[in-house]
């Protein structure tokens, strides 16, 4: 069973930045590939970030050229750099772990969430 300890969520201004960590412990899981998703209210959810073992990234339309998604293999660790933010931003970001075909499923093994609220 695996265990994700999500953190950096917070309040910031428009265009401001956040740096959302994910750490992964516990034992037969796969970790293949690590990401992010998002959900904000009355939205469905949103794969925002992915990258492989290999250090393949995946970004969403909506976030390419703002956030950056890197991870610590060695530390089972997954962060998400988010600048310039915009109001659209707001949303409950999850961590995700799992195989490839997991995040086509949209299953794996996901955190509690972190609250993103960017606002003036």
């Known amino acids: 069973q695996v265990q994700l300890v999500e953190s950096g969520g917070g309040s910031v201004q428009p265009g401001g930045s956040l740096r959302l960590s994910c750490a992964a412990s516990?034992?037969?899981?796969?970790?293949?590939?690590m990401g992010w998703y998002r959900q904000a209210p009355g939205k469905q959810r949103e794969l925002v970030a992915t990258?492989?073992?290999?250090?393949?990234?995946h970004y969403a339309d909506s976030v390419k050229g703002r956030f950056t998604i890197s991870r610590d293999s060695a530390k089972s660790t997954v962060n998400l750099q988010m600048d310039n933010l915009k109001p659209e931003d707001t949303a409950v970001y999850y961590c995700?772990?799992?195989?490839?075909?997991?995040?086509?499923?949209?299953?794996?093994?996901r955190g509690q969430g972190t609250q993103v609220t960017v606002s003036s």
């Open positions: 516990g034992s037969g899981f796969s970790i293949e590939v």
């Open positions: 995700n772990v799992g195989s490839p075909r997991d995040f086509v499923l949209g299953s794996g093994s």
């Open positions: 990258i492989t073992s290999g250090g393949k990234t």
